[in-house]
């Protein structure tokens, strides 16, 4: 148990920078104290996170999808598992293009594009954070890796 923190440099948000996120994994939260809260993202609203678990699905064009179900059923499981603002930790992710991103690598976290909190990731984009399952299992989170998807391209 423990937490994990995402610090966002929105000065890379609208370039497609590897570097744009610093995550920080604090195991011993014994000692930690409330600390005012400062606003240095200044177009970000602040926003209550509250965890649900939800069915986290394949891609409707993933090699899977396409040698599980039959063709006429691909449509009905392309709208059960298209969704907006999907906002997650861990699951698969909803990528907007395909994606190299190598078979080791994990969603760590995923943002949507969101105005009403001021999220804004390109052409109504999303921003994916990556971690390898070595990286996962040793809580190393300095080699995240970061990529914005947006329908510019």
Known sequence: IGFLYFFLNDQFLQEKYQDMIKVVYVQNIDNLEVAPFKMVLKDVKPSKINFTKILSLPEYDSQWVQNTFRPYEIDGYFKLSNAENVHKIF????????????NNQILLLQLDTDEQLG???GNNGRLFVYI?????????????????QDYNN
Do not use: A
């Not at 300095?142 to 990529?147: A, D, E, L, Q, Y």
């Open 132 to 148: 390898s399952e070595e990286d996962l299992h040793c809580q190393n989170f300095s080699n995240v890796m970061t990529m914005i």
């Open 91 to 102: 699951g698969y992710p909803d990528t907007i293009e395909e994606c190299q991103n190598g």
């Open 119 to 121: 999220l804004i990731f």
